[in-house]
């Protein structure tokens, strides 16, 4: 005979093993899930990181192109002074660029001749020491011919280096379909353009070039008919991509074995036509979805720059593979599985004792009513319709009302919309299917006190059955102090990136603005070195004065950083005085009416009699920054300077009539290293320091400045000083 009890023992334990199997389940599709996630964040972590690497190159790459094309401005500047160039004065120029710069290949000077001109062009350049000259072009088979009859040419007159390049002397640049369209653009529009890659006359094997036209003028040219008219030639520059491409990759400091790059034009703009590729063997092993593009203006053209990462970089770069996340999963998964199969197995005593311990019950009650009381978060009890059954002195403090406020009416008055009116709805859609909205799951909700302010809080809502009757337990912690303290450090992260990001904006910026009145500098030195062979009188004068602008350009920067830095130390003293304010005004505006007469400008003083208490040498150099700047942004109208009194005050004002300030940015107008137009090819130069350094200096005087301005009307600045009336 079979025991009493072996057949329903049986069958818990096969319902019990059911329930095992269905958790460990469970447990391996969550380890999967984390798994998953795991490469997730590595993939992510894996792009971020490579696309920081790729800004860096395409940066590099970017400063090196306008470093050349910077060049080529210079030489257009130089035959600009020296109209009646010598191949010895070319030379003279141009020897120390190409000793400077590496990736520079030719430099050329390239005359436009007319028919009616070219033997007499000819015959003079042969009486000039090329006695084999002649205007040439290409044929069908690739020779060099001699030019066909057309209404204009465009030889190659002079070139450096010479000995590698001296086959291309006389090429005429308008027989080529490409070289001709780049030429005819940059003759229309005054501006540097490139043309398409092409193959030189001087080589046959090399990757493709460019050439940087830079056109030159006789007189002024104004419009388009009067530059067609008075064209007098091109300064031209030739670039080897590669050659640029790969400088400015060695000068990025960066290991070039972590990218796969290529750069192709813009098939928008042009063909789209691959111009160079770094480890092109690598391109396609690298995965498309880390790929990096950048777009690149060229002197008229756009360039695509792609990178990808290199196999090295990925098998450097990726990290550990996530399968021990998986594999820990499931170990813990049958564990927790082999638990409460151990537990389910213990119910039945369980329940047993449970029934013999009912007073032992009714003691714990109270003692658990005391630990409940006692309770430092606020704990509440409701039955299966949402009515509070328990409700514990801490909630009393949160929620601000007596427990007997509460008990007896709706959990739901404790919730602000859209939770009150949903509460009810997740209760029956619980208790009908068994689908969790927020029972037996923590989530993050708002709450409402009695005063009606609401707070965020975390709550934790269980399930329990108390002689076969519903209860929900929801237990509540204030998450208040947490959620200020994450919006605190957002706002900090978000402070801290866009300082990041003005400083990447203010070295690029001055970068480019040291740079420019440096190359002037130094491509006119080699000429002033020798005294045996010195320039013309009149070609001194040009390079002194060019000198002498571009070296105010770089006092006026270190003025303006070594002013920022002195304020920012706290060193910068002032030695107020009493004065009239239209002396200070006048000297001023005598200084700068040559340049705002230049843009057709008027300036205007309209301050009266009115004394004020202020450092003179400061006053002025407040009102010079706000005048040059209203000089920068107004063309062909007027500036005036006001002053009134105003309650023991001062105010000043500078109104002009420019383009204006759009609104948007008003509000960092005084920031330090901050520009309406902070790229390196904006119209107005400087340092962006100006309007923060005259911001310092009206509040070392203790007043205030503020703008106003109307895009396309014109921005008025005023600030208040302290000041004397007689």
Do not use: C
């Not at 860096?56 to 257009?76: F, T, Y």
């Not at 990462?309 to 450097?316: F, R």
């Not at 007896?408 to 009116?421: A, D, F, K, Q």
């Not at 866009?498 to 990447?504: F, L, Q, T």
Request: proline share 4%.
């Amino acid at each position: 005979m079979k025991k009493p009890g072996i057949r329903p023992l049986r069958s818990l334990l096969t319902r019990n093993g059911l329930i095992a199997v269905a958790v460990f389940l469970v447990g391996a599709a969550i380890s999967v899930a984390a798994m998953r996630f795991v490469d997730q964040l590595r993939e992510t972590r894996l792009q971020n990181e490579f696309e920081h690497l790729a800004e860096l190159h395409a940066a590099s790459l970017e400063r090196e192109i306008e470093v050349n094309l910077e060049a080529v401005r210079g030489l257009r500047r130089f035959l600009h002074a020296v109209p009646a160039v010598s191949q010895r004065q070319f030379d003279l120029y141009t020897n120390p660029l190409e000793d400077r710069m590496q990736s520079i290949q030719v430099l050329e000077w390239v005359p436009r001749v007319k028919h009616s001109q070219r033997a007499a062009f000819e015959a003079a350049t042969r009486a000039d020491g090329q006695p084999d000259f002649r205007v040439s072009e290409r044929d069908a088979e690739g020779r060099l011919v001699a030019a066909a009859p057309r209404d204009e040419y465009f030889p190659i007159r002079y070139l450096s280096p010479l000995d590698a390049n001296k086959a291309a002397l006389g090429f005429d640049l308008a027989s080529n379909s490409l070289r001709r369209a780049a030429l005819e653009q940059a003759r229309d529009s005054g501006k540097l353009v490139a043309s398409a890659p092409v193959f030189l006359v001087q080589e046959s094997t090399r990757s493709p070039s460019i050439l940087i036209f830079a056109p030159l003028y006789d007189g002024l040219a104004t419009n388009l008919s009067e530059r067609r008219a008075v064209l007098r030639g091109m300064a031209v520059g030739v670039f080897h991509v590669d050659e640029i491409v790969l400088d400015a990759l060695h000068k990025s400091q960066l290991d070039l074995a972590d990218v796969s790059l290529r750069i192709r034009e813009s098939a928008a703009l042009q063909r789209d036509e691959l111009l160079f590729a770094h480890l092109p063997q690598a391109w396609d092993k690298s995965p498309a979805n880390l790929e990096f593009r950048h777009s690149l203006k060229v002197a008229g053209r756009h360039w695509i720059v792609s990178l990808r990462p290199s196999p090295a970089y990925l098998a450097a770069h990726r990290g550990a593979a996530s399968w021990p996340v998986l594999l820990a999963g499931l170990v813990l998964s049958a564990m927790l599985a082999a638990y409460l199969a151990h537990l389910l197995n213990r119910q039945r005593i369980i329940r047993s004792q449970v029934r013999e311990q009912t007073r032992e019950l009714a003691a714990s009650e109270s003692r658990n009513r005391a630990v409940v009381d006692t309770a430092v978060n606020p704990i509440i009890t409701m039955d299966q319709r949402g009515t509070v059954r328990s409700f514990n002195p801490a909630a009393e403090r949160d929620f601000g009302y007596l427990a007997e406020e509460v008990i007896g009416r709706n959990v739901n008055m404790l919730m602000p919309e859209p939770y009150h009116s949903a509460h009810d709805g997740y209760l029956s859609r619980y208790l009908a299917s068994g689908d969790p909205h927020i029972i037996g799951i923590g989530r993050e909700v708002v709450a409402r006190r009695k005063d009606g302010s609401q707070f965020p809080m975390d709550l934790a809502v269980g399930e329990s059955r108390v002689e076969g009757e519903i209860l929900f337990v929801g237990m509540i912690v204030d998450i208040t102090l947490r959620k200020q303290a994450e919006q605190s450090l957002r706002e900090s992260k978000e402070q801290a990136e866009r300082a990041n990001r003005m400083k990447s904006e203010f070295v690029n910026m001055m970068s480019h603005e040291l740079r420019t009145p440096l190359t002037v500098i130094l491509g006119y030195l080699p000429l002033l070195k020798n005294a045996d062979k010195m320039p013309p009188a009149a070609m001194i004068v040009d390079m002194a004065r060019d000198i002498q602008a571009s070296g105010d350009h770089l006092l006026h920067l270190i003025n303006d950083l070594l002013d920022l830095s002195k304020i920012e130390a706290g060193k910068l003293d002032l030695h107020p005085e009493t004065f009239m304010l239209t002396d200070t005004v006048s000297e001023v505006l005598d200084r700068l009416r040559l340049k705002a007469q230049e843009r057709g400008i008027t300036l205007a003083d309209e301050t009266g009699t009115l004394q004020v208490r202020a450092d003179p040498l400061r006053l002025s150099q407040i009102l010079i920054n706000l005048v040059g700047n209203a000089i920068k942004f107004t063309q062909g109208g007027s500036i005036t300077i006001k002053a009134r009194s105003l309650d023991g005050h001062a105010e000043i004002s500078v109104a002009d009539t420019g383009i204006g300030i759009p609104e948007a940015d008003l509000p960092e107008i005084f920031d330090k290293f901050r520009q309406v137009d902070s790229s390196s090819t904006r119209k107005a130069g400087g340092t962006g320091l100006g309007l923060a350094i005259t911001k310092s200096l009206v509040e070392l005087h203790g007043g205030v400045i503020s703008v106003d301005s109307h895009p396309g009307v014109g921005s008025t600045f005023t600030f208040t000083l302290s000041h004397s009336e007689e």
